[in-house]
């Protein structure tokens, strides 16, 4: 059955009038077309220069694709889902990108991703990875040139204290979660616990584990849903890695395992011990990390999430149930052991966040690379272990032959010019402080 066949019968069966057709650009962004429903087929067309778009709408050069040309999208009819904020019946797909010699456009974060998986089913392994997502809620009266607000809760009240895991607080906005979990549940996106966190109104969301494509495709749709809900509850919701100075930064966490074949977890040992490749993965991503910091950590505004030492991590430890490291084994039974990367920031694209984090350990299993010794009590305390800053990011990425291995020699090159740009556009602003401190006293 070809996917026309597929994709026209759900469309008529719900009543759809209009599609969303779109691809994830670099930043984790829909690029794509609204086309109606009847009209809706496996034939379309995007210029390729999406994804030589910066944040902020800016088209960089690409060597090996000069002429812009167009990419030829392919449906996948699997993400169909409905799109149950649209005002008439409308539905989502993810298109994937080819060029008119059927080969794939490698450097789409979609296809990045599903060549870091081939290497692991290259080895009989399948990677398993469940996302935690962090954000905030914002009074949508936020001025952009001023410190960002928390939005009022019940009886006009905004939050002052600081109120992690309260059940109270979350009372406050309980329309906007129960919304969020509607719109979750008619797009299949499978979250399960949300809890309050450090800051005024941030919250995380966990995922349920699974494919990794499949996990990025629901992190993506859940970053729009909670804008869209947002907006609905007339709020603004971020996922800036530190959208405020004084309170905790927003991170992406993500926990990963391995099965073989038959599902059994390759972390342990048939006696329940943890196994050579549990050792490699963490000694990979101790490794290989440092490297990847571009993709973990994409703009300027990332990096002053680890200026708070107490609420984010600044090294590559590892420890089992021990929240002060970067990289966290939480305490399981054999069959669910796992590592949990704790350095990403959630305002990551999740395609390559995963593709990063799961190209390191992918590494360190294969070269058989052996992790430092687990560290005793707080790591908080510890040196700083990672880049400081983006444009340090950006030479480590574009330098290391580890990325370029398995992420692609075009999608490294690209990715990094993008990330010059971006900085450059940043380094040319004078900020306020500038003005007021250096101003008249230099």
Request: glycine letters at 6%.
């Amino acid at each position: 059955m070809s996917k026309d066949e597929v994709i026209q019968p759900w469309l008529r069966e719900r009543h759809i009038e209009d599609v969303e057709a779109f691809v994830p650009d670099m930043a984790g962004a829909a690029r794509g077309k609204v086309v109606p429903a009847d009209k809706f087929g496996s034939s379309m067309k995007l210029p390729e220069s999406i994804f030589q778009q910066t944040v902020s709408g800016d088209y960089i050069d690409n060597p090996t694709n000069i002429e812009d040309r167009d990419m030829i999208l392919v449906p996948d009819p699997t993400t169909l889902r409905p799109v149950p904020w649209a005002t008439e019946p409308a539905a989502s797909i993810f298109m994937d990108c080819y060029r008119r010699d059927g080969s794939l456009v490698k450097v789409s974060p979609r296809a990045v991703l599903r060549g870091v998986i081939a290497k692991y089913e290259a080895q009989g392994w399948i990677p398993v990875v469940a996302p935690e997502v962090e954000f905030y809620l914002l009074s949508a009266h936020s001025d952009p040139n001023e410190e960002a607000q928390p939005p009022e809760g019940r009886l006009g009240w905004t939050e002052g204290a600081r109120q992690p895991f309260s059940i109270d607080t979350m009372n406050d906005f309980d329309p906007f979660i129960n919304l969020v979990y509607s719109y979750c549940e008619a797009q299949s996106i499978r979250t399960d616990t949300l809890s309050q966190e450090s800051g005024p109104a941030q919250f995380e969301i966990n995922f349920l584990h699974g494919n990794a494509v499949d996990l990025a495709d629901q992190v993506f749709l859940f970053k729009r849903t909670i804008r869209e809900a947002a907006i609905e509850k007339g709020l603004h919701a971020t996922f800036l890695a530190k959208p405020m100075a004084k309170d905790a930064g927003s991170a992406l966490h993500i926990h990963q395992s391995v099965v073989n074949k038959a599902g059994e977890n390759i972390f342990s040992t048939a006696g329940g011990e943890p196994s050579a490749q549990f050792r490699g993965f963490i000694g990979g991503l101790q490794t290989y990390l440092p490297d990847a910091m571009l993709v973990l950590a994409p703009y300027v505004n990332s990096y002053r999430r680890f200026l708070n030492p107490l609420a984010s991590p600044v090294n590559l430890a590892w420890a089992v149930d021990n929240r002060t490291v970067g990289l966290r084994v939480p305490d399981s039974s054999p069959e669910d052991r796992r590592v949990e990367n704790r350095v990403p920031g959630a305002d990551v694209n999740p395609y390559l966040a995963l593709a990063a984090t799961l190209a390191c350990g992918y590494l360190g299993m294969v070269e058989g690379l052996e992790p430092a010794e687990p560290v005793e009590g707080s790591a908080y305390g510890s040196d700083f272990g990672l880049p400081r800053h983006v444009s340090a990011s950006i030479d480590a990425f574009r330098s290391s032959s580890a990325m370029r291995s398995m992420l692609g020699n075009d999608f490294v090159e690209l990715y990094a010019a993008l990330k010059d740009d971006e900085f450059m556009e940043f380094e040319q602003i004078v900020t306020p402080w500038e003005r007021e401190i250096l101003m008249f006293n230099v």
